[in-house]
Nanobody, 122 residues
Framework: QVQLVESGGGLVQAGGSLRLSCASS??????MGWFRQAPGKEREFVAA????????LYADSVKGRFTISRDNAKKTVYLQMNSLKPEDTAVYYC?????????????????WGQGTQVTVSS
């Protein structure tokens, strides 16, 4: 059973920063992604990265503010979030995919973490 465990969420003021982590129990994926879901909204893509080569992809709404990275040895993916805005408030989920490219589609992800809450106050 593969487990993905997110951590690092919390409450921050607008303009602040947070770093999310996602630890995988096994390295069975070719790429990892971060998604988020705000109350009453669909889960949306945030960023993705491949384990090999570190290719990245970002949603337009977070480009220039968020950075996804990975530590292969620790089987951990990070999401550094800077210049946070109230509209970034959501539950953030990490997910693993067998696709060898960074994909924005939820359908490409086979495993999901339990989510971590990020709240940005104005």
């Amino acid at each position: 059973q593969v487990q993905l465990v997110e951590s690092g969420g919390g409450l921050v003021q607008a303009g602040g920063s947070l770093r999310l982590s996602c630890a995988s129990s096994r390295r069975t994926f070719s790429s990892m992604g971060w998604f988020r879901q705000a109350p009453g909204k669909e889960r949306e893509f945030v960023a993705a990265i491949t384990w090999s080569g570190g290719r990245t992809l970002y949603a337009d709404s977070v480009k220039g503010r968020f950075t996804i990275s990975r530590d292969n040895a620790k089987k951990t993916v990070y999401l550094q979030m800077n210049s946070l805005k109230p509209e970034d408030t959501a539950v953030y989920y990490c997910a693993g995919a067998t696709a060898a490219w960074p994909s924005p589609s939820r359908n490409n992800y086979n495993y999901w973490g339990q989510g971590t809450q990020v709240t940005v106050s104005s």
